[in-house]
């Protein structure tokens, strides 16, 4: 095989070569694409909530973290809110930290719930930019759950692993007078999208 190789001319050697590294090319970029498919449809399934309830009032920020607490368990989530670690006015940031980590992982929870008011507006949609749990928890979040202008609002839920986004998603609630008609809407909704959660997404 080898003598007819050299046998050949410079020209027709040329275009063998040149034909073999396009067909070796070709194998590179294909076996490449499909590792990269496989990692992106790799589904989120939900088995276990560290709960953060991103509100500037430490008053919604107890009773939101209670609430989601309460049906998070309810649905055979392992769960554990933040209001446990976290001492009032204390930088959430340590929420990332290893201490904390290690705290987490002793108890079986390794996915961070991060859940805020993301507006009023019916239109809101999800964020295109990803951030990473640190930027998240650094960042201020100014919506209260209620306020007397409003009739909707937006939840937004960001999941992480490994400080990094792994799945986001929103709960849209309407025709809202008070902040007891929130929460009460959040008890009627939420459930289903955890259910979602709990049996995988992507």
Known sequence: MYSNFFSMNSSIRNNYLVIKLQHLIVAIIFLTTFSVIGQQTAPFQLTNAFIVAQLDRPEEKFSLEINLAELFSEQGVNVFPSLNILKQGQN????????????????????????????????????????????????????????????????????????????????????????????????KKLPKLIHKWKNGVS
Do not use: C, M, W
């Not at 987490?104 to 949609?125: A, E, F």
């Not at 295109?128 to 937006?154: A, N």
């Open 92 to 187: 959430p940031t340590v929420l990332a930290s290893d201490s904390v980590t290690s705290i987490l992982k002793n108890k079986q929870l390794d996915t961070y719930v991060l859940v805020s008011v993301r507006g009023y507006d019916r239109n809101y949609r999800k964020k295109s930019k990803q951030t990473s749990l640190l930027e998240e928890l650094s960042s201020s979040h100014l919506f209260p759950i209620y306020r007397d202008d409003i009739v909707s609002l937006t939840f937004e839920f960001l999941f992480y692993q490994n400080g990094t986004q792994v799945y986001s998603d929103l709960l849209k609630i309407k025709n809202i007078n008070n902040k007891d008609s929130v929460l009460k809407k959040l008890h």
